[in-house]
């Protein structure tokens, strides 16, 4: 699925919207989605030494949007929004700088109600760079309420 369709499901936009591409999808269980990191980027400002970092934070995130587009790709949750709720077992492994594909790869563990738990992995290539287990409410989209 590229950009247009992903814009379907989730509700963020430039320049929070951290997944480019989803290539593949078995519903309700698990994803993979790519960022393409580019010096362009807001948040790729120069760092040390002339690096061009995807900051670790951006790559939990970006693990967080994947999670929240399987769920809300369902039709049973049409009309919902994702709200990150926690954030447990994190760890970043290696940088990820411009020019690097990142692949996000996301299953869900369990899903109860209104809450879901994630387990994600951000790779470039064969290496893992940040891993992390998380969560998710689901609540009613709002903005219906105000137009």
Same mark, same amino acid.
């Given at each position: 699925?590229?950009?247009?369709?992903?814009?379907?499901? =989730?509700?963020?936009?430039?320049?929070?919207? =951290?997944?480019?591409?989803?290539?593949?999808?078995?519903?309700?269980?698990?994803?993979?989605?790519?960022?393409?990191? &580019?010096?362009?980027?807001?948040?790729?400002?120069? +760092? +040390?030494?002339? !690096? +061009?970092?995807?900051?670790?934070?951006?790559?939990?995130?970006?693990?967080?949007?994947?999670?929240?587009? =399987?769920?809300?790709?369902?039709?049973?949750?049409?009309?919902?929004?994702a709200y990150f709720s926690n954030i447990e077992?994190?760890?970043?492994? &290696?940088?990820?700088?411009?020019?690097?594909?990142?692949?996000?790869?996301?299953?869900?563990?369990? !899903?109860?109600?209104?809450?879901?738990?994630?387990?994600?992995?951000? +790779?470039?290539?064969?290496?893992?760079?940040?891993?992390?287990?998380f969560s998710c409410m689901l609540a009613p989209?709002?903005?219906?309420?105000?137009?």
């Amino acid at each position: 699925m590229d950009i247009i369709e992903i814009k379907k499901v =989730l509700p963020h936009r430039f320049p929070f919207l =951290l997944i480019d591409r989803v290539i593949e999808v078995e519903p309700m269980k698990r994803v993979v989605a790519i960022k393409n990191i &580019t010096v362009n980027e807001v948040f790729s400002q120069e +760092y +040390y030494g002339g !690096l +061009y970092p995807m900051q670790g934070v951006l790559q939990v995130e970006a693990m967080a949007q994947t999670a929240a587009f =399987l769920i809300l790709n369902s039709e049973e949750n049409k009309g919902q929004l994702a709200y990150f709720s926690n954030i447990e077992h994190v760890r970043f492994r &290696t940088p990820a700088l411009a020019g690097d594909q990142l692949r996000i790869e996301v299953e869900l563990v369990r !899903l109860r109600a209104r809450a879901g738990k994630f387990k994600g992995c951000c +790779y470039i290539g064969d290496k893992k760079t940040c891993e992390a287990v998380f969560s998710c409410m689901l609540a009613p989209d709002q903005k219906s309420s105000f137009m």
